[in-house]
Nanobody, 127 residues
Framework: QLQLVESGGGLVQPGGSMTLSCSAS????????MAWFRQAPGKEREGVSC?????????NYADSVKGRFTISRNNANNTVYLVMNSLKDDATAAYYC???????????????????WGQGTQVTVSS
């Protein structure tokens, strides 16, 4: 059974950093493109970053987080990470890990009919 478990959320001050982790099981992790999405209160879920399953593990980012967020994956322990630096108030959201996405250059195209979601972890940026 496919399972995605996010961790690492919490409260952080503006300008601070936080690392999210997503532990995966129940599927061939190394063969799946992975992504992080987020959903702020009253807003639609949006793509944050994705990483391909190819040998170069190519990555893509939403324009709003480029240069501040970094996605990576460790196929040995079936985990995908999101390092978030210089956090702003607008980063406050529930962050979701997703498996089997279409990781192209445009976040609006990352969703696929076969993708799976984690339960989410809350990130709150506040002083």
């Amino acid at each position: 059974q496919l399972q995605l478990v996010e961790s690492g959320g919490g409260l952080v001050q503006p300008g601070g950093s936080m690392t999210l982790s997503c532990s995966a099981s129940g599927f061939p992790f190394a063969k799946y493109a992975m992504a992080w999405f987020r959903q702020a209160p009253g807003k639609e879920r949006e793509g944050v970053s994705c990483i391909n399953a190819n040998s170069r593990a190519t990555t893509n980012y939403a324009d709003s987080v480029k240069g501040r967020f970094t996605i990576s994956r460790n196929n040995a322990n079936n985990t995908v990470y999101l390092v978030m630096n210089s956090l702003k108030d607008d980063a406050t959201a529930a962050y979701y890990c997703a498996a089997n996405v279409e990781c192209g250059p445009y976040p609006g195209t990352w969703s696929s009919t076969d993708m799976s979601w984690g339960q989410g972890t809350q990130v709150t940026v506040s002083s």
